[in-house]
């Protein structure tokens, strides 16, 4: 303490010897100074919180990619596979399933087929007249691993013999009374990917898919010159070293990028990257116009101060010659002053100016009164001059204190009025500088707010997966509030042209089933409506309740007698030929061009419709429209009624699972912990004898 009363003392004697406006200054710049640095703080916990929510949008992103060629590879693993059911390959007719290769290839334009003996022979190619001599698979490797597993295999890009260019293949084996038969190769265009990606990244992102060789399979930018080409070593190395995340690292051009990425379940990476020069240049610029309205805001306060210094020191000056003419006992007028105080210490200073002359001039008479009797009184009159002019000294200098004391005076209350402003705001300043001391106190929190984002990203994955192929989750439904909320998605789905009617059933039953996946349905009967009507036409969704009776359910064997709710979908569009009627829910059959539709549309509805325990029955005639009717079951049982809006299967299990009887054992196969604990304890609840095994070959030894 005695160290900083030194220095305080020091600097005290220094800024007393200095002009008013260099202290002003001075001040101001120190004030400055807690400002630019808070500014400083600021800017780092932007760039990294920036930094962070871009890693984050990257590894987003590249699963987002992930997904997206996954469901390219099952549709092409989807289309191999039904073809490996055809009956004239199991017959051995190549010439005949040729033909029906060319027509299914017509949902993935750009592809093609082969068909190769187990030991690599090509026997066919849609790339070649059937009957051609072909050379060789070029992944002899590949159909022996599709046997031996007894799956389809995906390839990494290697040049093909037959089509001379880079491509990867889905292969999938054929066998015919368990014996190997053929090998069906699907070539995936890599311009299938590369169309893909542009449709979701054009914002200057480098995007890329590689194969499990880290090969290109694609990439945004100059696909063409690194197709099949390796990727880069750094992003290799961080591959190796993890399945997904992110890494920064050089692209094959050699700028540094920061890239995140995924994992497909076959192996392939998906990587989306941002240039490092693209993530800095907004940031700098933020701090580059930071410092230059700092640096603004600093000189025009150093500016204010000078003309205010430069205003005050005026006026202070001018009271100051004016004190010392006082003190020398000269006669002066009243003042101009900067402010108030000062104006107050210039009146007193010209009111003890004129009370001194008046002053001086008694003494003067005195004086001339006196000199008559000097003579005879010359002691005691020196004496009494002597007293007077000791007298007039003190009056004088007690007058001239008294001067300076409210000069002192008003000047201080000023500076203390501007000290309080100045203290106050920095006393704020050092609270919210003390609070960023303590800012590891809140790093659960942030830990815990990240999980929970990674959670979400993860559960996006999980939905975005679960349109394509999820178990369904039950849950009660009305249909009337369903098509309510899904009016406005349906407006937009249809063109202008298409005008929507909606005849919903008043006292419509509710329903249990997936309020996801009837979404779904909905939309897509809505969107084959739409198809049917290219000029324009009327669309009308009705609901109401129905019954089946056990004379009607004798013509369906999976139908049940009992209660139904009703969902209608119906067009006045060109309808469907009465020989097609019973094909439109076949995978892959339908009507439409090759980029209209895959004809899984309405195969995926009826899959779940059935799933759900329901009927559907289409009706149409040829220029007089379709009528589709989607059958669910009436939802009998009084649930429990609880805050949610909803109730998922995994809450009414206690409602709807029935108890064990005595001997009974159930098998779990869970391999996430949680999930698997949860379910052995409601089982054991149930009273059930539970085995617990976290993968295949656990459950296969228990």
Request: proline residues 3%; negative net charge; hydrophobic residues 40%.
């Given at each position: 303490m005695s160290l900083l009363r030194v220095w305080i003392s020091k600097a005290s004697a220094v800024f007393e010897r200095r002009p008013l406006w260099h202290q002003l200054a001075f001040l101001a710049f120190v004030t400055?100074?807690?400002?630019?640095?808070?500014?400083?703080?600021?800017?780092?916990?932007?760039?990294?919180?920036?930094?962070q929510s871009t890693l984050q949008q990257l590894s987003v992103n590249a699963k987002t990619l992930a997904g997206m060629a996954e469901n390219e590879i099952e549709i092409h693993a989807a289309i191999a596979t039904t073809l490996a059911l055809s009956p004239a390959l199991q017959r051995g007719d190549l010439a005949a399933f040729w033909r029906e290769s060319k027509g299914a290839l017509q949902f993935v334009p750009g592809s093609w087929i082969d068909v190769t003996t187990p030991a690599g022979k090509t026997l066919m190619s849609t790339l070649q007249p059937f009957g051609t001599l072909l050379p060789d698979t070029a992944e002899p490797e590949l159909i022996k691993r599709a046997f031996a597993t007894g799956r389809y295999q995906v390839g990494n890009m290697v040049v093909g013999p037959v089509s001379n260019k880079f491509r990867s293949v889905v292969e999938v084996p054929v066998f015919r009374n368990g014996e190997p038969l053929y090998s069906i190769s699907i070539g995936m265009?890599?311009?299938?990917?590369?169309?893909?990606?542009?449709?979701?990244?054009?914002?200057?992102?480098?995007?890329?898919?590689?194969?499990?060789a880290r090969r290109f399979v694609a990439r945004i930018p100059a696909h063409d010159e690194r197709v099949g080409s390796l990727a880069s070593e750094g992003w290799r190395?961080?591959?190796?070293?993890?399945?997904?995340?992110?890494?920064?690292?050089?692209?094959v051009e050699g700028l540094w990028s920061v890239t995140g990425y995924a994992q497909t379940k076959h192996g392939w990476t998906t990587g989306v990257a941002l240039l490092e020069s693209d993530i800095q240049s907004p940031l700098t610029t933020i701090l580059l116009s930071s410092l230059l309205i700092s640096g603004v805001l600093v000189l025009l306060s150093m500016f204010l101060v000078f003309l205010v210094a430069r205003h005050l020191s005026g006026g202070i000056a001018g009271i100051a010659a004016a004190a010392r003419k006082v003190g020398d006992g000269i006669t002066i007028e009243p003042l101009p002053a900067p402010f108030l105080e000062a104006q107050i210490v210039?009146?007193?200073?010209?009111?003890?100016?004129?009370?001194?002359?008046?002053?001086?001039?008694?003494?003067?008479?005195?004086?001339?009164?006196?000199?008559?009797?000097?003579?005879?009184?010359?002691?005691?009159?020196?004496?009494?001059?002597?007293?007077?002019?000791?007298a007039e000294t003190i009056l004088r200098q007690?007058?001239?204190?008294?001067?300076?004391?409210?000069?002192?005076?008003?000047?201080a209350h000023d500076f203390n009025n501007m000290l309080t402003i100045v203290i106050g705001n920095l006393d704020t300043l050092h609270r919210r500088l003390k609070s960023l001391d303590n800012a590891g106190d809140f790093q659960s929190l942030v830990e815990a707010a990240l999980e929970g984002a990674r959670r979400a990203a993860k559960l996006t994955d999980r939905l975005l997966a679960f349109a394509r192929q999820q178990s369904?989750?039950?849950?009660?439904?009305?249909?009337?509030?369903?098509?309510?909320?899904?009016?406005?998605?349906?407006?937009?789905?249809?063109?202008?042209?298409?005008?929507?009617?909606?005849?919903?059933?008043?006292?419509?039953?509710?329903?249990?089933?997936?309020?996801?996946?009837?979404?779904?349905?909905?939309?897509n009967l809505a969107i084959n409506a739409r198809d049917a009507m290219p000029d324009g036409g009327k669309l009308t969704i009705e609901t109401a309740n129905a019954s089946f009776d056990e004379e009607y359910v004798k013509h369906f064997p999976e139908l049940q007698a009992g209660q139904y709710v009703m969902l209608s979908v119906s067009d006045t569009g060109s309808g469907i030929p009465p020989d097609l009627i019973d094909k439109v829910f076949e995978p892959f059959f339908t009507t439409k061009t090759a980029d209209k539709g895959t004809g899984l549309g309405l195969a995926m509805v009826?899959?779940?419709?059935?799933?759900?325990?329901?009927?559907?029955?289409?009706?149409?005639?040829?220029?007089?429209?379709?009528?589709?009717?989607?059958?669910?079951?009436?939802?009998?049982?009084?649930?429990?009624?609880?805050?949610?809006?909803?109730?998922?299967?995994?809450?009414?299990?206690?409602?709807?699972?029935?108890r064990a009887r005595p001997g009974e054992t159930v098998l779990v196969v869970e391999d996430d912990e949680g999930v698997r604990n949860y379910s052995v304890g409601v089982l054991e609840e149930l009273g059930y004898h539970v085995l617990a095994a976290e993968s295949g070959d656990g459950a296969l030894d228990l």
């Open positions: 400055a100074l807690p400002l630019l640095f808070s500014s400083y703080l600021m800017y780092k916990r932007l760039v990294a919180n920036e930094r265009e890599p311009l299938r990917f590369l169309n893909g990606m542009k449709d979701k990244f054009t914002h200057g992102e480098v995007v890329a898919i590689l194969d499990r190395a961080a591959i190796e070293n993890s399945a997904e995340g992110w890494t920064r690292n050089q692209t210039a009146t007193t200073l010209a009111m003890a100016s004129a009370e001194l002359q008046h002053r001086d001039e008694q003494l003067k008479l005195a004086n001339s009164e006196l000199e008559a009797k000097v003579t005879e009184r010359t002691a005691a009159l020196r004496a009494e001059m002597q007293r007077r002019e000791e007690a007058q001239k204190m008294d001067a300076i004391g409210q000069l002192t005076g008003g000047i369904l989750q039950p849950e009660e439904l009305n249909l009337n509030d369903l098509i309510g909320s899904v009016s406005e998605m349906l407006t937009r789905t249809v063109d202008e042209t298409v005008k929507i009617e909606t005849v919903l059933g008043a006292g419509l039953w509710s329903t249990f089933a997936d309020g996801n996946q009837l979404e779904n349905a909905l939309i009826f899959g779940f419709v059935k799933q759900s325990g329901g009927h559907i029955r289409m009706y149409s005639e040829s220029g007089l429209g379709t009528l589709v009717k989607v059958y669910l079951p009436r939802l009998t049982e009084t649930l429990e009624r609880t805050s949610l809006p909803h109730r998922k299967l995994a809450q009414i299990a206690d409602v709807l699972a029935p």
